[in-house]
Structure formats: structure tokens, C-alpha cells
């Protein structure tokens, strides 16, 4: 029996085999809404009745397999009621997958995260798709919600605890060969051979793999203690006050394993109190701001080859970010040593990326090329200049960059403070000159500020966007104003914190401060990484007044922070050395919110973005700005309500 719905295809092959393609109409990306679920129902009451020799679960979406729960759905669910709606219609749909007479599996190619990851979690077998972007996650914790359609329980019982506890409470996601070595997946295959592998597998009759028996007792008989004992860790890094989500999916595993049904409606740990509280409220609102950065660089970029000006830090690290994006990349420095620490650097990257596969390490150094002479321009899509902050410098590079580059080539500056109509006054075209501020550390920073000046052209300005969406980054177009908006909010910040130097507060207490007020990173800290040179001159640009004595004491005494070893931190092992130096004062927090906060409102009101989300947008993942409170605007604007 063949279905062809709204939403779901089902056609049996010649062996047998039910091919259900997930296809959710009107739609980039499969999400699992109810009325998807509702005819996935019905698809599976009609397996139910007409047994096929086996099921294969696949994707027509380019975009991947599924994203997960719809979240407009999930947002409504704001009573009890509804809440136990939403997690029952998953709940019991799942189960009667996994109860299904017949092998079932789930062909996973592309995005496989929250909902989507528990559907295949319900099948038999796995099979993921070596491709670059096959992911698997249960990313819920993200949003201040738990995965509540089974994946508490499968995940842990498929890959063992330890790995499954780190997934769930982290969110982080696993590639394709990384899923397949933990076990997530039964095989791993190229894209060619998918359909026929998936056929093989799902015929083969092979057992599902089981845990070792010692993961079993942590999954079962130990399964309080073990909870226990991750429950202590995640208090050192997180605070249950503002990320509630994570302390409930214990609790949930340790008295339940995983069913959320259990848990009564009244309970803190229960779905409907993590729906209706303000954490999961505004980490959606976070995810949709994501969301609308992403789609703001969906223009074509054009861009395969990058020529880099500088091997310095920014310089070298965004050359090796483009190499890893699968971008051909030449780097150019007259310092060969600077070019050879890149290099190296990129070895170490790419190590990291790709541990167990050797060939991939080597396409990605094959892509980055030394080049001191700067023979790449010419063949260059895109120039990104990460030089030294010297307008006279840049001015001459680029004047000279202008005749030797392409005429469709894209020209980029990386500079953090200098005006584009500075940077440009030499060109002949300055509307061709635009700004890619990345931010450090380049790998781990998710925002990437597109700088337009008045001048610059709309359709540089659309590719470079969609370039940034390409390295797996979030665009954020901002006015070529000082300081742009990260920079000209977190200065004052900073300024702040290190007065509070000035008047005797310890560096390590007011870090602390700060990070239980749930920021990453303490501003002290912030500051000896930026540089304290970079720091002072950026303070100066901004007019910033007056500046802190400590910072201008440090940077006389060479004491430039985590590049010279030693600020107002001293650094081991990039790391800085913080000793216990007691309690900060009551209220320190609040004081060192006000200056962002109301720089925040003052770019606003300048123009900086276009409005109030895309200035928390920039703060939350430009600056670390506590994501739980939705960014500093809409923090401002609850409390004055």
C-alpha cells in the first residue's frame, strides 16, 4: 500500500521495503509539527496492518533529515494541557515505531537534531551519510526544554550514559564518522551508495548493537548515582537559576529514565513548568534571532577562492576557518614565521576536526597556501585584509589592492575600530570596500559583523553576508560607525570593570561576579585576551574617559595580557592564573551592566543595526551576553515593565 500525502510519501519496492520520505510541505527544512505527526500516524497504522519486509525513513529536504519539534508549536504549548499534548503525540508515536513487527531504520543524511535524532533513535538501525553537514544532536537544553519524545531514554541505552549525559546536557552534536564510532549509527557510507546500503541493512536481519554490561548498571541500577555525580559537575558550569533545563533532564533520567510523562504537571523538573518559564521564553526568542541571521546571508556569495593579508592571529585563524569551510586559500605576510605558525596552527585545526581521518587533514592543509608575495590577489574572489590598526597602512594596501584584484572581487577589511571612508579614501571605487569583523577566537565566535559604510555597495554587502553564512558563521550588517556594535558596547563594560582595579577590587572577584551573573568570559579576563594595547587604543578612539590608571600602567610596563604572558592576569598555558581574592561587593553585577546596557540602547538609537532584536542578536553572540535573559535590551525593557 502506497500513501502520497501532504507531508509523507510511502511506496513499497520490489523486495518489499517501505521507502517514507519526510517532505514537510511549504517548508526549507522537515519539522516535526502536528499535523506531520498526525499523517505519520496514519502511515504507521497502515504498516501496522499491511507489514512491509522492513522500513526505511529518509528525507527529501536538501536542508537534512529533521530539525526537530516545531518551535512556533512548541512556544504555544504554554499551559499544563498542552504541554502534555505536545510530549504525549511524540511520546506514544515513537513507541509505537520502536514496537513495530518489522526492521526499521532511519537514513540520515544532512541535520539530524532534537525530534528528528529521537524518530531515529525509535528505529532498529541508523545509517548516516558522509557528508559535511550530517549532524546528530539532541540540542534541547539550548532552548531550556529537555528531549521528551524518548531520547532520554534511547540515547543513553544505545551509546551508554557517560557519552549520552555529555550530548543531552551540552547539546553538542556529533558528526557522521563520530556518530558511527559511538555507536549512534550502525553504518557510515558515502552519498553514492545510500539507497543500496540502507536496502542491505535494513534486510540483513543483523542484531542491534548492545552495551558493554557496565554501561548497562550505569543506565539502570546506578543510574541515581551517576546522575548525582554529573549533576555536581554541571553546577560548576552552569547556575540552576538560569539554565533550569539541564538539573531537570537528571532528575528526569535518574527517577523516570527519561519519561517525562511520569513527572506530574506540578513538578519544577516537569515539561510544562520548563515551558512556561522565562529561560525556555527567551532562549527561543535566541534561537529565532539565530534563525533570522542565518536567512539574512542567503544570497549567493560566488566566493571559492580567499586571498588573506596578514598571518597574524585574526589573519591566520580566519584564513584557516575558510580552508576548514572548503574554501581554497592563499596567505600572505612578508613574516615567513608568521605564515609557518599559521600553518601550523592549520595542522593542529584540522587534527581537531577530522581525528580520524587523515585523507580530510590533508585537503584541508592541501587548500591552505603560503603565499608572501601576494600572487593570490589576482586569482581571488575575495581580499580580506588583518593587518596591523593603522589607517595610513590599510589606506595604501587597499588603494594598491584595487588595481591588482579582480573588478568582481569582493575587498574585505577586518579592522575592529577604523572608518571604511578612511580605510577607502585612496580608492578609486570606494563602494567596492566593506568590513568582515571576525572576533577572537575566530573558530568559537559565531558572529561576523558586515560593516557597510553609506556608500558601500548594497549587493558587496548581500555577498559577503551569504560568504559568512558559508564558513558556518551568523552575518550581523552593521554601520561603519566606531566601534561598530560589539565593540562600542562591550568598551564601555570593560572600562568599568577595570575602574573597579582602580579602587582595589580584585581582578579574579570581579570575574566572578560577572560569571555568576552568567557571563562566559570576566571582563578582566576579556581584556588580557583582546590585548591591553588593543584595549587602551580602542578606549581612546571611543573617548572613553577616563581611562582606567591600571590599563595604562600595564601597557606602559609591557604587561600586554595573554599574547606577552602576563596583564593584569598572569597567563600559564593560555590560561590565566586566578587566585582566590574573596567575595566582590553586593550589586557589582548590576554596575557593570548599566554602561553596556545603555551603550546598547545608545547604538540603537544611532542606527548601528536596524532594531532592538538584531542589537541583542549581536551582544548575545557577539559578546557572550547571558543568552537566558533574551540580550540587553529586552533585559531592560522586562525590568522596566
Known amino acids: 500500500m502506497n500513501h502520497h500525502g501532504h507531508h509523507l510519501r510511502l511506496e513499497r519496492d520490489w523486495e518489499g521495503v517501505a521507502w517514507l520520505v519526510l517532505d514537510r510541505a511549504g517548508e526549507r527544512v522537515n519539522t516535526l509539527s502536528a499535523e506531520l505527526l498526525d499523517e505519520l500516524a496514519e502511515v504507521v497504522a497502515m504498516l501496522e496492518a499491511e507489514p512491509p519486509s522492513g522500513l526505511v525513513i529518509a528525507s527529501a529536504k536538501s536542508e537534512g533529515f529533521c530539525a526537530g519539534a516545531d518551535l512556533d508549536e512548541v512556544a504555544a504549548a504554554g499551559n499544563p494541557q498542552a504541554a502534555r499534548a505536545l510530549v504525549e503525540r511524540g511520546w506514544k508515536l515513537f513507541a509505537r515505531i520502536a514496537c513495530l513487527p518489522f526492521p526499521t531504520l532511519a537514513l540520515i543524511r544532512g541535520h539530524c537534531l532534537g525530534g528528528g535524532l529521537e524518530l531515529a533513535l525509535a528505529c532498529n538501525y541508523r545509517i548516516v551519510v558522509e557528508d559535511p553537514s550530517t549532524r546528530l544532536g539532541l540540542p534541547e537544553v539550548r532552548l531550556g526544554l529537555v528531549p521528551a519524545w524518548g531520547g532520554m531514554r534511547r540515547l543513553p541505552a544505545l551509546v551508554g550514559p557517560s557519552l549520552a549525559l555529555d550530548m543531552m ?54 543510574r541515581r548515582l551517576v546522575a548525582a555525580q554529573a549533576r555536581k559537575r554541571l553546577a560548576t558550569r552552569v547556575r540552576r537559576e538560569h539554565y533550569p533545563a539541564p538539573f531537570a533532564l537528571l532528575e528526569l533520567w535518574a527517577r523516570h529514565g527519561g519519561d517525562t510523562l511520569a513527572e506530574p504537571d506540578e513538578s519544577a523538573v516537569s515539561i510544562a513548568a520548563l ?69 601550523g ?31 593570490g590577489v589576482r586569482r581571488a574572489d575575495l581580499v580580506i585584509e588583518a593587518i596591523a590598526e593603522d589607517v595610513e597602512a590599510k589606506r595604501t594596501l587597499f588603494a594598491e589592492l584595487e588595481s591588482r584584484a579582480r573588478p568582481d572581487a569582493l575587498l574585505a577589511t577586518n579592522t575592529s575600530s577604523l572608518a571604511l571612508d ?8 570606494p563602494a567596492r570596500l566593506i568590513g568582515l569583523h571576525f572576533f577572537n577566537p575566530v573558530a568559537k565566535m559565531p558572529l561576523v559583523e558586515v560593516v557597510a559604510a553609506d556608500h558601500s555597495n548594497a549587493s558587496v554587502v548581500a555577498r559577503a553576508s551569504g560568504f559568512v553564512v558559508a564558513l558556518g558563521k551568523l552575518p550581523l550588517q552593521v554601520a561603519a560607525t566606531p566601534g561598530f556594535l560589539v565593540n562600542a558596547v562591550l568598551a564601555p563594560y570593560l572600562f568599568e570593570a577595570l575602574r573597579c582595579v582602580d579602587e582595589g577590587l580584585a581582578p579574579a572577584a570581579i570575574d566572578r561576579a560577572m560569571r555568576d551573573a552568567g557571563m562566559p568570559v570576566g571582563p578582566i579576563e576579556l581584556v588580557d585576551r583582546i590585548g591591553l594595547d588593543v584595549a587602551l587604543a580602542a578606549g581612546r578612539a571611543l573617548g572613553l574617559d577616563p581611562v582606567p590608571a591600571c590599563l595604562c600602567e600595564a601597557v606602559e610596563a609591557g604587561r600586554l ?33 548599566a554602561p553596556l546596557d545603555a551603550a546598547a540602547s545608545d547604538a540603537l538609537a544611532r542606527g548601528v543595526v536596524a532594531d532592538a532584536d538584531l542589537v541583542d542578536a549581536g551582544l548575545v553572540f557577539g559578546a557572550g551576553y547571558p543568552p537566558f535573559t533574551g540580550g540587553p535590551l529586552r533585559r531592560h525593557a522586562k525590568e522596566s515593565a
Open 169 to 222: 546536557l551540552s547539546g553538542r552534536d556529533l558528526s557522521a564518522r563520530a556518530a558511527w564510532k559511538a555507536g549512534l549509527a550502525d553504518v557510515s557510507v558515502p552519498p553514492r551508495v545510500m539507497e543500496s546500503a540502507a536496502r542491505a541493512v535494513v534486510m540483513s536481519g543483523r542484531h542491534c548493537r548492545h552495551l558493554p554490561w557496565r554501561d548497562v548498571l550505569k543506565a539502570t541500577v546506578l
Open 561 to 593: 595580557g595573554l599574547k606577552s604572558g602576563h596583564g593584569l592576569f598572569e597567563w600559564r598555558d593560555g590560561l590565566p592564573v586566578q587566585v582566590d581574592a574573596g567575595d566582590a561587593p553586593e550589586g557589582l553585577a548590576e554596575r557593570l551592566f
Open 422 to 429: 578612511d580605510i577607502a579614501a585612496g580608492m578609486r571605487d
Open 345 to 375: 596552527r592549520a595542522a593542529r585545526r584540522a587534527c581537531e576536526l577530522h581525528r580520524d581521518d587523515p585523507l580530510a587533514q590533508r585537503d584541508l592543509l592541501d587548500r591552505l597556501v603560503p603565499d608572501t608575495a601576494g600572487h
Open 275 to 343: 515551558l512556561r518559564s522565562d529561560t525556555a521564553r527567551e532562549l527561543l526568542r535566541v534561537f529565532r534571532l539565530r534563525e533570522r541571521l542565518r536567512r539574512s546571508g542567503g544570497v549567493a556569495h560566488a566566493v571559492q577562492q580567499v586571498h588573506v593579508i596578514g598571518a597574524g592571529t585574526m589573519g591566520g585563524d580566519i584564513a584557516i576557518l575558510c580552508a576548514a569551510s572548503g574554501f581554497r586559500v592563499t596567505l600572505q605576510d612578508a613574516r615567513g614565521e608568521a605564515v609557518a605558525a599559521a600553518v
